[in-house]
């Protein structure tokens, strides 16, 4: 991640205002803009940016803030708290050991489904759980071959169909099968939709009636815009997303429409994807991920001093 | 706009404190329509400059006056100044009696080998010859995708499997299209981070070694802030990166293809950061997941919906 102009960014403005020997409202305006900016160059939500804005104006008494140093302190403080509580989305499920679970996924057209579905299955693989994979994808040209193929390299059992269309039947079918197999984690690979095409999201609730996941993980790419926002909230309405997964955090995208993710849907996020490769795959912890969306890979420390 | 709308009479300046607020809301609504937030302050701004000083004509009011400038602004800059005409190109390539290519390239999955059998399809239904070349040799299914494309379509593909030198594959495919009669060749490439070097050394390689007609940068209607990246690091690095052997003439993005139109509601500021930054024309439009869901850009419609 290239976070290094938009640190020397908001250091700029921050250095500006602890040289300051006496801080007033036009001060800490001035300095809060400049956050807001670097915000919204990363993607966060135009709204969420005001409110964020609006918050932090209030949490701060001028009174307080002496000397620039500490009004420096006290505002990046307010910042990170404010942006790491828009973050947490709760305690993210884990499968657990002896319980067999369904997960499922879904998520936007080409925002990484399969592909972390794959790198899902191989990090649960490598900690001793029994997986597998269930393409129910019989939209999309090579789905099939994509998820065999990627399941084939990270030695996975996987099922699917080149020439049933129906993914229900295909979900239904792939999942019994390894629930009689005793595999401990059946992920259910599904295709790309979006909210502007009900005929897709009323497919994806089938999908999820007839396999009954203990989790539903919605993929986003870590690149989306101020879309982003809305499109979570509709499939958070049509299923029941349990997690997020931020993809493609090895771009320059800063990866901000996560809040908006997270914020509609109300749920935590558990992993980060950094590469195409199936070991590209990070646990996710949301104050690094705050630190880096800032631009402030020190910012814990400062906040500890 | 709430802010109140002000009359005066004729003849007096536009000043900065006039206009500031009103682009500052201009601003914020361009960037809730997900224009990135660089080139929303550069609209802005270079509105403010043109605007500052300006005589106002009797009974116009502020807002009218800088809503006025934001809209012919937008026009401007989504009308290319160049036109690319691709099935005339195409057309005019097969009476010279050559192949005319065209290479779609992008950051991973946003639908790089779907617009491009759609494009086919588009050339195929004006009477032209097409040929599907699949030089994502690393992607899994990548091949199996394309061929499934050109089976439904029923035109050929010419593939050599995975891991191969991607750039080779073009060129034996280019070859192979002069040899059997082929009027277009619709290149397909590997998604790629416009910050991965050796990957982008790569695509620079498959381009300058095959020259194509066109260099089709695929870009998505959802993707944020990073359109601007990912638009100038495309047309730099194919440049900077360029063999030395070609470094006479570099060749760099030609076009956008926009995709999933469809995904984004009135939020379709994207297509204006990337015409922005790279001055390229958009030629095609992607708007759904079939084969005839391909446009071409109506520049009023964007303009309305980023107004709206
Ligand atoms: N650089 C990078 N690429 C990724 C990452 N995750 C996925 N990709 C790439 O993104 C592209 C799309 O990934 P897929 O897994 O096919 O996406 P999908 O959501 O299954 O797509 P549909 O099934 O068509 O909706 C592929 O080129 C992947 O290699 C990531 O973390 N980093
Ligand atoms: N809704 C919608 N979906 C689209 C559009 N264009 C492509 N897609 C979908 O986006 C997903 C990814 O498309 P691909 O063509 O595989 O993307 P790509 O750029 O070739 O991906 P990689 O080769 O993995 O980098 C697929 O599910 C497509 O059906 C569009 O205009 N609208
Ligand atoms: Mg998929
Ligand atoms: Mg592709």
Redesign the interface.
């Given at each position: 991640m290239?976070l290094t102009e938009l640190g020397a960014r908001l250091s700029g403005a921050l250095v500006k205002m602890s040289k300051s020997s006496k801080v007033d409202q036009d001060v800490v305006d001035a300095c809060l803009k400049e956050i807001c900016?670097a915000l919204?160059?990363?993607?966060v939500n135009?709204?969420l940016v005001?409110q964020l804005q609006t918050n932090v104006k209030m949490s701060l008494n001028l009174e307080d803030l002496q000397s620039g140093f500490n009004a420096q302190r006290i505002l990046q403080k307010s910042v990170f708290q404010e942006l790491t509580r828009l973050m947490d989305g709760g305690k993210p499920w884990v499968p657990k050991k002896g319980k067999q679970s369904v997960v499922m996924f879904v998520g936007?057209?080409?925002?990484?489904k399969t592909t972390t579905c794959t790198k899902y299955a191989y990090h649960y693989k490598r900690k001793g759980f029994k997986v597998a994979m269930v393409c129910a994808d019989t939209?999309?040209?090579?789905?099939?071959?994509?998820?065999?193929?990627?399941a084939t390299?990270a030695r996975v059992p996987f099922f699917g169909s080149h020439t049933e269309t129906d993914p229900v039947k295909i979900a239904e079918e792939g999942v019994e099968r390894f629930r009689t197999e005793k595999v401990d984690i059946i992920i259910v690979d599904t295709s790309g939709r979006?909210?502007?095409?009900s005929a897709l999201f009323e497919e994806m609730r089938n999908i999820s009636e007839v396999v009954q996941p203990n989790n539903v993980i919605y993929v986003m790419?870590g690149?989306?815009?101020?879309?982003?926002h809305?499109?979570a909230l509709a499939f958070r309405d049509t299923v029941d997303v349990g997690s997020i997964i931020v993809t493609?955090m090895?771009?320059?995208?800063?990866g901000?429409?996560a809040l908006s993710a997270v914020a509609a849907t109300r749920s935590p996020v558990c992993f980060i994807g950094t590469g195409?490769h199936m070991d590209e795959f990070e646990p996710f912890e949301a104050e690094s991920f705050v630190s880096r969306l800032l631009g402030l890979g020190d910012f814990k420390g400062l906040m500890n001093k | 706009l709430s802010q109140a709308i002000r009359f005066a009479s004729g003849g007096t300046e536009l000043d900065d404190q006039d206009i500031a607020p009103i682009l500052e809301t201009l601003k914020?609504r361009l960037?809730?329509?997900?224009v990135?937030?660089?080139i929303a302050s550069k609209l802005c701004e270079s509105i403010r400059t043109s605007l500052v000083g300006k005589k106002r004509a009797a009974l116009s009011s502020i807002n009218g006056i800088v809503e006025g400038a934001v809209e012919d602004a937008l026009v401007r800059i989504l009308t290319p100044k160049k036109q690319t005409d691709v099935l005339r190109e195409a057309m005019r390539a097969k009476s010279d009696g050559r192949v005319y290519s065209i290479v779609f390239i992008g950051?991973?999955?946003?639908?790089k080998?779907?617009n491009l059998?759609k494009v086919a399809h588009w050339l195929m239904g004006h009477g032209l010859k097409v040929m599907l070349c699949a030089c994502d040799t690393?992607?899994?299914?990548?091949?199996?995708?394309?061929?499934?494309?050109a089976t439904?379509l029923g035109i050929p593909l010419f593939e050599r499997g995975y891991e191969k030198d991607p750039s080779s594959v073009a060129r034996e495919g280019l070859k192979h299209a002069a040899a059997t009669g082929i009027d277009v060749v619709l290149v397909d490439t590997a998604g790629r981070?416009?910050?991965?070097e050796p990957l982008m050394r790569a695509l620079a390689k498959l381009v300058h070694s095959n020259d194509p007609d066109l260099v089709l940068f695929v870009g998505?209607?959802?993707?944020?802030?990073?359109?601007v990246?990912?638009l100038t690091?495309f047309h730099q690095k194919l440049i900077d990166l360029c063999p030395v052997a070609k470094a006479s003439k570099p060749r760099s993005v030609d076009a956008i293809c926009l995709t999933?139109y469809?995904?984004?509601?009135d939020?379709v500021?994207?297509a204006l950061s990337m015409v922005y930054v790279s001055g390229a024309p958009i030629v095609f439009v992607g708007t759904g997941?079939s084969y005839q869901d391909l446009r071409k850009l109506s520049v009023k419609n964007f303009v309305d919906q980023l107004m709206r």
């Open positions: 290239v900016t919204l160059q990363a993607d135009v709204r005001k936007l057209q080409g925002n990484g939209f999309r040209a090579g789905a099939f071959d994509q998820l065999k193929q990627n390299k979006h909210k502007q095409e790419d690149a989306m815009g101020q879309a982003a809305d499109q493609k090895d771009g320059h995208a800063k901000g429409g195409e | 914020g960037m809730g329509k997900n990135a937030e660089e950051v991973n999955g946003v639908g080998s779907t059998a690393f992607r899994s299914g990548a091949v199996e995708q394309l061929r499934t494309h439904r981070m416009q910050d991965n998505e209607m959802l993707v944020g802030n990073d359109a990246d990912q690091k999933k469809d995904t984004v509601d939020k500021g994207a997941q």
